[in-house]
């Protein structure tokens, strides 16, 4: 963990390219370090998904708008000046990534993080060993 799943509109598909922003919010991911310059989220447990909703309403309908929801799940322990710097740069990510859009529709992003403690968390790899120095 860390995993960032994108709820989005299907109506975005045919203006950008959300595998180009899941990789964008990745190496975001992957950029951010802690107060002593520790490297945040494990580059082996990073995961960047997207979702088109096919079926949506959005606002009044009156227009195609489109909606975008970012969720960064993540397991506890890190400090709150951590999770904003994070916040803030996958939210700056995201809006350097949809720029051209606002530019002649109407879209909303939202960017929510999650932690918590994991009722039950059970992990299977060989992705980690790969990252580990």
Do not use: W
Not at 59 to 83: I, P, Q
Request: glycine share 6%.
């Amino acid at each position: 963990m860390p995993h960032l799943v994108i709820l989005y509109t299907a109506n975005l598909d045919k203006e950008t390219d959300m595998t180009a922003l899941c990789r964008t919010l990745a190496n975001t991911m992957l950029e951010v370090h802690d107060e002593d310059g520790k490297q945040v989220y494990p580059t082996g447990g990073t995961r960047v998904f997207a979702y088109p909703a096919p079926h949506y309403a959005v606002a009044d309908g009156k227009e195609d708008y489109a909606f975008v929801y970012l969720n960064l799940r993540m397991s506890r322990g890190r400090t709150d000046a951590t999770k904003k710097r994070a916040g803030d740069a996958l939210l700056m990510s995201a809006k350097a990534h949809f720029q051209p859009i606002f530019m002649h529709r109407h879209i909303g992003i939202t960017l929510q993080i999650d932690e918590g403690h994991e009722v039950f968390d059970a992990k299977h790899s060989n992705l980690h060993p790969l990252f580990q120095k």
